[in-house]
């Protein structure tokens, strides 16, 4: 249990048996009335982000959340099976805990994997990966100015827009957070 004067960013509450992270919040004394703290809240599993306010110093459950570094080695059937690098012991995340971060997952990749009471809850990836283009149209002359994109396959199959210049076989640089390209390598 923790005070609403405790409540930092990335703190995990359990509320009403479920999992909230607090994405921002800001202490309110108004001039009339007591004070209280207006938080945005995530849901860990949904991803859904609603307002709460609480009374100041009401009493909330945290819940511990295990962030672990873990370096993903395969895939096996719908699961995601990730080795943790410290004690070498292996877990199953299913497909739909990993989520779209699959889109940039590539073998011997490091990740963090948050774990509550042993449930895997989510992963997060570096911000951004290094990739192989398997295929893209091929560029035409004079596409060497700004402002063109194209499609490209890239080796986890997913797909980026990149400039026209870009060729298959190059590597390069991806936001894993939205997917956009950053550059070459």
């Known amino acids: 249990m923790a005070s609403t004067n405790d409540l930092k960013n990335g703190l995990v509450l359990n509320l009403d048996k ?32 609603v307002d709460k306010t609480f009374n100041a110093g009401t009493k909330v459950e945290t819940a511990t959340v295990d962030k672990r570094a873990m370096q993903y080695l395969y895939q096996d059937g719908e699961d995601f099976v990730f080795m943790d690098l410290d004690t070498y012991e292996q877990i199953h995340v299913s497909g739909a805990t990993v989520g779209d971060n699959a889109n940039y997952l590539l073998p011997e990749a490091e990740a963090t994997v948050a774990l509550h009471e042993g449930v895997p809850l989510y992963i997060e990836l570096p911000t951004s990966v290094f990739v ?30 990149v400039p026209l210049f870009i060729t298959t076989g190059e590597k390069i640089k991806v936001d894993t957070r939205d997917g956009r390209y950053l550059g070459r390598s």
């Open 18 to 49: 479920e999992l909230w992270s607090v994405v921002e919040f800001q202490h309110v004394k108004p001039g009339k009335g007591p004070a209280f703290v207006r938080t945005t809240l995530k849901h860990v599993l949904s991803g859904k982000v």
């Open 132 to 161: 192989e283009v398997t295929y893209t149209e091929p560029g035409l002359q004079g596409d060497r100015s700004t402002g063109g994109t194209k499609p490209a396959t890239i080796e986890t199959g997913a797909t980026v827009q």
